[in-house]
Nanobody, 130 residues
Framework: QVQLVQSGGGLVQTGGFLRLSCTSS????????MGWFRQAPGKEREFVAS????????YYADSVKGRFTASIDNTKNTVDLLMVNLRTEDTAVYYC???????????????????????WGQGTQVTVSS
């Protein structure tokens, strides 16, 4: 069992920045992949970013590429998502998630698929105002 606790988020103006953090109850070094997803009101949950345990593999949705950066700190069991140049369309509840440690590292499109991830954080609201 893995518990994920999220922090960060809040209200920011267009062009501003926020940092989200996700702390795992288990060493992130034992997990193969962690991801960030978001869900806006009335929309389906969508992929944002993912990162492997060494931080050497990252994937980003086209809509956030160049603006969002995922990073992992295995000494703190934490994965961060730094979001800059925020837009109103980034407004959503953001979730971190981790692959079951007993599963192999994802491949291909699985990195971006919500069903790949077993454990989820509680979600944190990000609101970008114009």
């Amino acid at each position: 069992q893995v518990q994920l606790v999220q922090s960060g988020g809040g209200l920011v103006q267009t062009g501003g920045f926020l940092r989200l953090s996700c702390t795992s109850s288990r060493r992130t070094g034992t997990n193969y992949a962690m991801g960030w997803f978001r869900q806006a009101p009335g929309k389906e949950r969508e992929f944002v970013a993912s990162i492997n345990l060494s931080g050497t593999i990252t994937y980003y949705a086209d809509s956030v590429k160049g603006r969002f950066t995922a990073s992992i700190d295995n000494t703190k069991n934490t994965v961060d998502l730094l979001m800059v140049n925020l837009r109103t369309e980034d407004t959503a509840v953001y979730y971190c998630a981790v692959v079951d440690p007993g599963q192999p590292e994802p491949s291909g499109s699985a990195w971006k698929t919500s069903t790949t991830y077993t454990y989820w954080g509680q979600g944190t609201q990000v609101t970008v105002s114009s």
